[in-house]
């Protein structure tokens, strides 16, 4: 299973930390507490790697610490995520999705106790068996 680290700056905020990491721009979290804080930046960085995956985006090197600018009281602390798990929970959760049916067709399927979110998924996965 691959596993990435990569390396995060908590830095001390108003109301908590901040985070970041200097090998990914635009990759930002923040927590009330450092374990808060820590959490978050695990999920932070799964979905933004995760997102740089689905652009096609080349994942950049892990850089070791020492950085050249630290925050004054900032904390360097890896970070590790396995994006294979992070994309199988991102591909398998459950979202809504509005559909357009018959009024007779849905009072039927009420009448026989039919759960139309589970009808809809037996079939379109049965579909996608068949390509």
């Known amino acids: 299973m691959r596993k990435l680290t990569y390396y995060a700056v908590f830095e ?8 970041y990491w200097p090998d990914l721009p635009g990759c930002a979290s923040f927590g009330k507490t450092f ?3 820590e959490a ?14 689905q652009d096609g985006d080349a994942l950049p090197e892990a850089t070791a610490p020492p950085f050249e600018e630290m925050p004054e ?3 360097v ?10 994309k199988n929970t991102l591909d398998n959760r459950s979202v809504r999705t509005n559909i357009t049916l018959p009024a007779w067709l849905k009072d039927w399927a009420g009448a026989q106790g039919i759960n139309l979110s ?3 998924q037996t079939t379109l996965r049965q579909m996608h068996d068949v390509k």
């Open 35 to 37: 374990e808060q804080a």
């Open 12 to 19: 001390p905020a108003e109301g908590g930390y901040g985070v």
């Open 77 to 86: 602390v890896p970070t590790t995520i396995f994006p294979d798990i992070v």
């Open 118 to 120: 589970q009808a809809l």
């Open 40 to 53: 978050m930046a695990t999920e932070a960085l799964g979905l933004h790697i995760c997102s740089m995956e």
């Open 73 to 75: 009281g900032g904390i």
